[in-house]
């Protein structure tokens, strides 16, 4: 390769939970730099949820890290060209790449929903993750199923 790798740049924690993920999160759902917005938003979402799993004895912020466990994705199919004929080569997924992959699935499943507000929108997107079904739970089993249906490509991994 000609370039060095970019550096990774630190992501600071969140004020509230002082956690990384949760900063990383948010910057994911965040809109024109609007930050705070989307802090609030993702805190309203957590109320929300505390309130809809009243009887759960896990804190909000351990539902969402659980959702984001359910819906995080171990394989993908990505396009490899060989002699003229394109294959869906599975692939693993690095970790970071894992992380990512699951926040945005989260938050498009979340915008796409019927609701109110989008801490509405995302407290349910989180509590259906939570339970193993919705959009974003959907997308990781449709993933892993075209990753185990071109199983038959796997030598042709870059």
């Known amino acids: ?72 994705p171990q394989v993908e199919v990505k396009s490899r060209r060989v002699g003229g004929a394109t294959f869906q080569v599975p692939t693993e997924i690095r970790p970071d790449r894992k992380e990512s992959v699951s926040m945005k699935n989260l938050i498009a499943y979340a915008r796409k929903r019927s609701g109110k507000s989008m801490a509405e929108k995302l407290a349910a997107e989180i509590v259906d993750a939570y339970n193993e079904q919705g959009g974003a739970f959907k997308r990781k089993e449709d993933m892993h199923r075209m990753a185990e249906a071109n199983r038959a490509f796997a030598h042709f991994r870059f």
């Open 1 to 72: 390769m000609r370039k060095s790798k970019p550096k990774k740049r630190l992501v600071l924690p969140d004020p509230v939970f002082n956690d990384q993920t949760v900063s990383k999160f948010v910057n994911h759902l965040m809109y024109d730099g609007k930050k705070n917005a989307s802090y609030e938003i993702f805190y309203k979402a957590l109320d929300i949820v505390k309130a809809k799993i009243a009887n759960e004895e896990n804190s909000p912020l351990e539902i969402w890290k659980k959702s984001l466990d359910n819906i995080t």
